[in-house]
């Protein structure tokens, strides 16, 4: 066992530096208890270290300033430094939306067009005679720190298409060859913002423009299932909220194939919609998979209709739903009722809501009376005959959604939710990165094209969350600080307890809806939902919450004062929060040395400093994306690198703190030569402090080492991460000062002791409040202080044993004295401290929610017309599959 020994220093409830000791116990004998009992030459080891940095704080301690933190006026200026940097991206979205607009203008379309482009499939690879393939040919790439290490071209962009669409398509070469504009722009806007990530552009007729350039991976069959139409950004910026309910005929035809595909087709519309759209599906129960539909009775397509339009009306009524577009999905093989009368009641003559139909299978008997509901309720009828037919037949219904936004030219901008890109990138590392999303609608603006509504596709680019949130700078924080951001709708988008990824074998795979975790469910103090409705309103204000918090992987539990600060992030659907704990979150530490005596003790080879904090802005210059924090900050401070970007208070307590527990490097040194000066078993000798620096000493080979990760990059619980502070830190900081603090956990050994403790009172078991959906449970036990010693007889079957427990003064530690001769394992198994995952339930009712606010359901020009129904006359008579009502 490796026991962590742990001393904080403090001055007014602002933690200047913990020191620590690791040392490696043998549990087993004798000799370690005794170990255990007698730390006289450890703790006169830790005050010599005490003395050593309070001495050399004292040379400067006239430079010391304590500030109170203001957390309203921290959260605004986090919330403005963030608006800041997503308003670039915003920007930069404009100009690729203008740009795609303008080239379309000056276009003229050519239906035997010829034209070679870099097909991303095909780029670098050549047939058996040793040729490019067609819209292949040579492409350099080389791999780019900013982009996560893969090979890359930042000169141009490259063309993705999907399996299913023609590559040679006169659709997909005229939008390709227009598109090529759009080239210069990507490479302006990244020159310009060197931060940006994916830019891109997604056609309405499926090939997806991206930049920089990219070698597409297909799947394990050689095929690529990716359509940007899609994704959930094409999806937002090409159409408004929308209220759907979608009528699913299971009656006795449907069955076999045809009820397989209506499943598809199901499961196609579900994954169209947002997280600002809303769902309802008729027959089926809501607690149902899609997969749990099943064949029965005589269809009733009409009574479902009236119940589909009197959902509708009453989410109206109420002010619930989007309270924009509506529609009604049909899935049917067949419609044998007369649905006029439902329509004249419901829907006619404004015909707000919009039906949409599907006819399944390959029988055509009823294809007139699915087209004629939607064609007199301003939807878009398809026959769906195969699975394969499902995606692209599903997708009609987004572009006449679309048409009154593109006729009245609006271009609003969208954010999407959290999302990893398990399909763009192929590596592990690189796919479970959290990100969002700003994207822009692309409208055709010729003259003989306006009063139709033309949408050509979406422009956007990617936003990495965890630069992001590099922005509310850990170290303002305080110890037990953090700062979450959450969407309009109170999704999270980060927050230090959203544990988005599981493991299966060794891989890590995204769960299940990770990326729509209420902020309810990690914030679960706040019952009253006070926090959350204030912030998905988009107001700016605080509350103090008493909290539980759990440390060491849920092994650790604390309770805390925590004070929330939060605002709204101006031209985002997202609000910030900020979390500063009463005590070291109150106060902030600033000291004042010579730059040159700073770096002088920074360069120690002992120190190293937080490398997920950002002490100085490496990712602007390419040429500094290769550096460590630490590098940086020797750069900058040596005058080598001046145009580095540096936080100058953060550089100042590094400095500070360096040269106070300079000393501790030769003394731990001094200690390493004397043989006599150490115990044997001791590992590692560290300190840190709250600027992201530790200083560390191994007093053994990492063979001979117990704890072999312990403050290695591996090692996120005991490190500096932008998330949070070591466990270690965060432990000692809420310990009473001058105490020593150990770590250890008995109930896993021996669980009729444990047990006894529990029943007896001397250990309390904490319980927690009502659980929410998606909770972990963690088993904690507090031992009641104000028990100095106690004893008592546990009875195992044929005999009995005794145990004595006693407290060591100042200390976390108990002294447990166990008879050995009675082995009770039988009766009481061991306690653990594993997690057990709640399992979702649904909400008893509705969230608050705050709409985009924007909508765009209507505009005059959609209408019927006597032409229109003319035209779908005429389609009917030609029996074509589709028709379309503008």
């Not at 937080?610 to 900058?636: F, G, M």
Request: aromatic share 10%; glycine share 6%.
């Amino acid at each position: 066992m490796v026991i962590i020994f742990i001393k904080a220093k403090q001055t007014r409830r602002v933690n200047v530096i913990t020191l620590f000791l690791v040392q490696e116990i043998n549990l087993s004998s004798c000799k370690g208890w005794h170990s255990v009992l007698h730390f006289s030459k450890q703790i006169f080891l830790f005050k010599l270290n005490c003395v050593c940095v309070l001495k050399k704080y004292k040379d400067i301690e006239g430079t010391v300033k304590i500030e109170e933190v203001n957390g309203d006026e921290l959260v605004k200026r986090f919330a403005e430094e963030m608006e800041e940097m997503l308003g670039r991206k915003m920007k930069a979205v404009k100009r690729l939306a203008e740009a795609a607009e303008d080239a379309d203008l000056d276009h003229e379309y050519n239906e035997t067009l010829e034209f070679d482009y870099y097909n991303s499939m095909l780029i670098n690879t050549v047939d058996e005679d040793g040729n490019p393939v067609p819209l292949g040919g040579e492409f350099p790439l080389e791999e780019n720190e900013h982009f996560n290490k893969l090979p890359v071209n930042i000169q141009q962009s490259n063309i993705q298409v999907p399996t299913n669409v023609y590559n040679r398509d006169p659709d997909i070469l005229n939008g390709v060859f227009m598109s090529e504009a759009l080239n210069d722009v990507f490479a302006d806007n990244f020159q310009e913002d060197p931060t940006l990530t994916w830019q891109y552009f997604g056609s309405s007729t499926g090939f997806f423009r991206l930049y920089p350039g990219i070698q597409w991976t297909p799947d394990e069959n050689g095929v690529v299932t990716f359509d940007c139409r899609n994704r959930n950004w094409y999806i937002q910026a090409a159409t408004s909220p929308k209220d759907v309910v979608i009528v699913v005929d299971v009656s006795g035809s449907m069955k076999g194939l045809r009820l397989t595909i209506a499943k598809h087709t199901i499961n196609t519309i579900l994954d169209t919609l947002g997280e600002n759209d809303f769902v309802n599906i008729i027959a089926v129960s809501i607690c149902l998979l899609v997969e749990e539909l099943h064949v029965k009775g005589e269809g009733k397509v009409k009574k479902a209709m009236k119940e589909s339009f009197r959902i509708l009306n009453e989410a109206t009524a109420l002010g619930q739903g989007s309270l924009c577009n509506q529609a009604i999905m049909l899935i049917t093989d067949g419609a044998m009722e007369d649905f006029q009368d439902v329509f004249q009641e419901f829907n006619w003559p404004e015909r707000r809501v919009r039906v949409f139909t599907y006819l399944i299978g390959r029988e055509m008997t009823f294809a007139e009376n699915v087209k004629w509901i939607a064609c007199n309720n301003k939807g878009y009828y398809t026959h769906v005959s195969t699975l394969a037919d499902v995606q692209e037949n599903v997708m009609e219904y987004l572009h006449v959604l679309s048409r009154p936004m593109v006729i009245n030219h609006d271009h609003d901008i969208i954010w999407t939710e959290a999302y990893m890109d398990s399909v763009l990138f192929n590596t592990q590392a690189q796919s479970l990165l959290l990100m969002t999303s700003v994207a822009m609608p692309v409208f055709s603006k010729k003259r003989e094209t306006l009063s139709h509504g033309i949408l050509l596709g979406v422009v956007g680019t990617d936003v990495a969350l965890r630069e992001l949130m590099r922005l509310a700078t850990r170290y303002k924080l305080g110890i037990h600080g953090y700062a979450y951001l959450i969407t309009n709708n109170g999704y999270i988008l980060s927050h230090p307890d959203l544990r988005p990824l599981y493991k299966e074998g060794k891989k890590l795979k995204p769960k299940p809806n990770y990326n729509s975790v209420d902020l309810s469910e990690v914030e679960w103090e706040d019952s009253e939902e006070k926090l959350r409705t204030a912030m998905v309103k988009g107001e700016t204000g605080n509350l103090s919450l008493d909290v539980k918090t759990s440390v060491d992987k849920g092994r650790r539990v604390m309770f805390l004062k925590n004070d929330y600060y939060y605002t709204v992030i101006n031209e985002t659907p997202f609000s910030l929060g900020i979390v500063l704990s009463q005590g070291y979150g109150q106060y902030i530490f600033i000291g004042n040395v010579s730059v040159e005596e700073g770096l002088h003790d920074l360069l120690a080879p002992d120190l190293t400093i937080a490398n997920e904090w950002t002490y100085c802005e490496t990712d602007i210059d390419p040429a500094h994306r290769k550096l460590s924090q630490l590098q940086a900050v020797e750069r900058y401070l040596t005058g080598k690198e001046p145009g580095l970007e540096c936080d100058m208070q953060l550089l100042q307590q590094t400095l500070f703190d360096a040269v106070v527990t300079a000393p501790m490097e030769a003394y731990w040194n001094a200690l390493m030569l004397n043989v006599s000066g150490m115990d044997e078993g001791i590992e590692t000798a560290f300190l840190g402090t709250r600027s992201g620096l530790i200083r560390f000493l191994r007093y053994t080979g990492i063979e001979k080492r117990i704890g072999k990760s312990f403050l290695t990059s591996t090692d996120k619980e005991n490190m500096f991460t932008l998330d949070h502070f070591p466990v270690w830190y965060r432990r000692a900081a809420e310990y009473p000062a001058g105490k020593f603090l150990y770590y250890m956990f008995f109930g896993e050994i021996d669980g009729s002791v444990m047990s006894t403790l529990i029943r007896m009172a001397s250990v309390h078991k904490k319980k927690g409040d009502i659980l929410q959906p998606c909770d972990t449970e963690y088993p904690s036990f507090v031992y009641e202080p104000s028990v100095k010693e106690t004893n008592s007889i546990i009875k195992c079957g044929r005999c009995q044993k005794m145990f004595v427990v006693q407290q060591i003064p100042e200390s976390n530690l108990l002294m447990l004295v166990v008879q050995a001769d009675c082995d009770c394992s039988k009766q009481y198994p061991p306690i653990t401290l594993e997690p057990e995952e709640v399992r979702y339930i649904l909400m008893k009712s509705q969230k608050v929610r705050r709409r985009p606010e924007s909508c765009h359901s209507y505009h005059a020009q959609v209408r019927i017309s006597s032409q229109m129904l003319f035209l779908h006359l005429f389609m009917l008579l030609i029996d074509l599959i589709s028709c379309e009502i503008l």
